[in-house]
């Protein structure tokens, strides 16, 4: 089956710092998505990004699907970052795979 | 209305107790799905429903049995579980072809003691 590794596994920053999460997967997909999974189970959607590049707000993410790897870019964090971000792939039709997940903790 | 709800929000059962948990979207998504989550795990693949009927079973024990009364309504009935079985699991729904995204509800806890 298919292959979706995260980097890195977990991450610590200070508030008001930047980061880039990674994700990369090892087939071509239909979908990609971005979720936070807040500290009560929560999965937000954050992106549905299959290629190309969006931003929200202090988050963007570029995904470049012909090398098969999604860049979820947070800036300026703040202490509700804080949480499990996952990207998801969905190689076919009906089966959305995750990530092995990065930890993102961010301090006051 | 762009969200999926799940019921109930916790649960707490004995191994020899049957429940269920529900799940209710009206987005007019036509595939739904579980998935069981343990802690400081990824969400893991259970059950598909595609028009209604089971398209995935991911070599889920029988102990779990998934039923879709209708295109809005998924559930998830429990029955002699183990404690190990204890996890977090959510609902998910989206359109009924690849490319398109996923709503997820925000789960129910279950505690099996």
């Known amino acids: 089956g298919i292959q979706v590794e995260q980097s890195p596994p977990d991450l610590i920053l200070q508030e008001g710092a930047n980061s880039t999460l990674r994700c990369n997967f090892s087939?071509?997909?239909?979908?990609l998505q971005w979720f936070h999974q807040n500290p009560w189970g929560q999965l937000i959607n954050l992106f549905y990004?299959?290629?190309g590049t969006k931003q929200n707000g202090r988050l963007s993410a570029t995904t470049v699907a012909t090398e098969r790897y999604s860049l979820l870019y947070i800036s300026s964090s703040q202490t509700p970052d804080s949480g499990v971000y996952f990207c998801a792939v969905e190689p076919g039709a009906n089966n959305l795979f995750f990530g092995t997940g990065t930890r993102l903790t961010v301090i006051p | 209305d762009t969200e999926v709800t799940q019921t109930p929000k916790h649960l707490v059962m004995g191994m020899t107790n049957k429940k269920s948990l529900k799940c209710e979207q009206h987005?007019?998504?036509?595939?739904m799905y579980w998935y069981k989550q343990k802690a400081k795990k990824p969400p893991e693949l259970m059950f598909v429903y595609s028009y209604e009927k089971l398209s995935i079973n991911e070599s889920v024990p029988s102990r779990f049995s998934p039923e879709c009364p209708n295109s809005s309504l998924l559930n998830l009935h429990l029955h002699a579980l183990q404690p190990e079985d204890s996890a977090l699991y959510l609902c998910a729904s989206s359109q009924n072809r690849g490319g398109y995204g996923y709503t997820f509800g925000s789960g129910t806890r279950l505690t099996v003691v």
């Open positions: 087939d071509s997909v239909n979908n």
């Open positions: 990004i299959p290629s």
């Open positions: 987005m007019g998504h036509r595939a």
